[in-house]
């Protein structure tokens, strides 16, 4: 039988690295994209015009959009990927963070069960760390207890329990890849890895002054998005239907991640005071680069995640240490100096973005 593969929140991070994983291996590739009348399919409009790469519209929140493709498709694998996945926005629409992140798994469940596909297609339910939130243990692996930190964790949280629930109860072969943050050039801006990498490469070139960012102790384990796709497809080929921690088993304070960034930029930091008084220092003009602002501090923020990816190594023979974490730092602060270097190029201001063509950064 061919494999056909649909992807909900294909137009995310993680949905575009997937739609390249699956089409390089031959699948048929549907992705559920939501009508708009603002363009965001940016990370998949290379993929537009790929003969089998196929868009069709639905929405989480509309469980007729869900059965409708899903019985149009006929798919032997579902990788449920959309959510609304901003933490710090959940606490300001809790309701809808709800609706789709929980709600919107059931309707996935159910679309497989109402089209008679329980038997044929997999499903890959996209879990998350933050059901581990105010952390019981470190580092945390499948049999660490969770305990939710944030209307989005809570939500999350069912779609992990139902997405169990469906399997012992209709013995479907569904299962949650538990995944630590996972980043990459293609990450959103507003995600603190994005946000710094930006601003490092616009600091570095003249383009912006300061970066204010929340808590710069919280502690994260980051991998690189690209890697994890992988896992995604190994969890559905795997015999036995079993959720897998997914993470690379290094942890880095959102600090750390700043000074290394700003580093790879060509500006060495030094950070001097504490909580909301503490700075990042531009050690070569003592220039305040980076400030905290209570802005960015969430009602309940989870500061120590730190996963243990031994059964993914064991089970799936998955490699979590291909990206290191410096390499991903690298990889994300080359992308935006380009990015930036194109926008000063675009305004008529003197770049090196010959270099960054010549490198392979900029196409
Ligand atoms: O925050 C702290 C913030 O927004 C990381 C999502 O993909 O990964 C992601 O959730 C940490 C937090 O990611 C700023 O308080 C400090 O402690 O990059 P983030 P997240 O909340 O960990 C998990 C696995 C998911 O499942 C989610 O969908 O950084 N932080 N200053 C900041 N965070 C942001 N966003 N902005 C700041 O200025």
């Given at each position: 039988?061919?494999?056909?593969?649909l992807?909900t929140g294909?137009?995310?991070?993680?949905?575009?690295?997937?739609?390249?994983?699956?089409?390089?291996?031959?699948?048929?590739?549907?992705?559920i994209?939501?009508?708009?009348?603002?363009?965001?399919?940016?990370?998949?409009?290379?993929?537009?015009?790929?003969?089998?790469?196929?868009?069709?519209?639905g929405d989480l929140g509309d469980s007729?959009?869900i059965l409708?493709?899903v019985?149009?498709?006929?798919p032997?694998e579902i990788y449920n990927l959309a959510a609304q996945s901003?933490?710090?926005?959940s606490?300001?629409?809790p309701e809808f963070t709800a609706d789709v992140d929980a709600t919107g798994v059931l309707r996935v469940l159910e679309a497989v069960r109402l089209c008679?596909l329980a038997d044929?297609c997999k499903i890959y339910q996209a879990s998350t760390s933050e059901l581990y939130g105010?952390?019981?243990?470190?580092?945390?692996?499948e049999?660490?207890p969770f305990h939710p930190?944030s209307p989005y964790a809570v939500a999350k949280l069912y779609g992990f329990w139902i997405v169990k629930e469906y399997r012992e109860a209709y013995n479907m072969f569904c299962c949650s890849g538990i995944l630590?943050?996972?980043?990459?050039?293609?990450?959103?801006?507003?995600?603190?890895?994005?946000?710094?990498?930006?601003?490092?490469?616009?600091?570095?070139?003249?383009?912006?002054?300061?970066?204010?960012?929340?808590?710069?102790?919280?502690?994260?384990?980051?991998?690189?998005?690209?890697?994890?796709?992988?896992?995604m497809?190994?969890i559905l080929?795997?015999?036995k239907p079993e959720d897998f921690v997914?993470?690379?088993?290094?942890?880095?304070?959102?600090?750390?991640?700043?000074?290394?960034?700003?580093?790879?930029?060509?500006?060495?930091?030094?950070?001097?005071?504490?909580?909301?008084?503490?700075?990042?220092?531009?050690?070569?003009?003592?220039?305040?680069?980076?400030?905290?602002?209570?802005?960015?501090?969430?009602?309940?923020?989870?500061?120590?995640?730190?996963?243990?990816?031994?059964?993914?190594?064991?089970?799936?023979?998955?490699?979590?240490?291909?990206?290191?974490?410096?390499?991903?730092?690298?990889?994300?602060?080359?992308?935006?100096?380009?990015?930036?270097?194109?926008?000063?190029?675009?305004?008529?201001?003197?770049?090196?973005?010959?270099?960054?063509?010549?490198?392979?950064?900029?196409?």
């Amino acid at each position: 039988m061919a494999n056909i593969a649909l992807i909900t929140g294909v137009t995310g991070q993680d949905g575009s690295y997937l739609s390249e994983f699956l089409l390089d291996k031959g699948y048929d590739v549907h992705g559920i994209i939501r009508r708009s009348s603002v363009d965001y399919r940016e990370r998949i409009a290379h993929l537009e015009g790929h003969k089998n790469f196929h868009l069709h519209y639905g929405d989480l929140g509309d469980s007729m959009s869900i059965l409708q493709v899903v019985s149009k498709v006929r798919p032997t694998e579902i990788y449920n990927l959309a959510a609304q996945s901003h933490v710090q926005v959940s606490f300001d629409s809790p309701e809808f963070t709800a609706d789709v992140d929980a709600t919107g798994v059931l309707r996935v469940l159910e679309a497989v069960r109402l089209c008679g596909l329980a038997d044929t297609c997999k499903i890959y339910q996209a879990s998350t760390s933050e059901l581990y939130g105010k952390v019981e243990e470190v580092p945390q692996n499948e049999q660490t207890p969770f305990h939710p930190y944030s209307p989005y964790a809570v939500a999350k949280l069912y779609g992990f329990w139902i997405v169990k629930e469906y399997r012992e109860a209709y013995n479907m072969f569904c299962c949650s890849g538990i995944l630590f943050n996972h980043e990459s050039e293609r990450r959103g801006e507003t995600f603190v890895t994005r946000k710094i990498t930006l601003a490092a490469a616009r600091i570095a070139q003249g383009k912006q002054e300061k970066l204010y960012l929340g808590n710069l102790s919280s502690l994260r384990d980051w991998g690189y998005a690209k890697d994890y796709v992988e896992c995604m497809w190994l969890i559905l080929q795997n015999k036995k239907p079993e959720d897998f921690v997914i993470a690379t088993g290094v942890q880095h304070s959102v600090r750390e991640f700043c000074y290394y960034a700003f580093k790879h930029a060509g500006i060495e930091l030094e950070f001097q005071g504490e909580g909301l008084d503490e700075k990042g220092i531009d050690k070569a003009t003592g220039k305040v680069l980076v400030e905290v602002s209570p802005d960015f501090y969430r009602p309940t923020d989870v500061v120590n995640l730190w996963g243990d990816p031994s059964k993914a190594k064991r089970e799936l023979g998955w490699d979590p240490a291909k990206t290191s974490f410096e390499e991903l730092v690298k990889i994300m602060v080359d992308h935006d100096m380009a990015k930036v270097a194109v926008e000063r190029a675009s305004e008529g201001i003197r770049t090196n973005l010959a270099e960054y063509l010549e490198k392979g950064i900029v196409k």
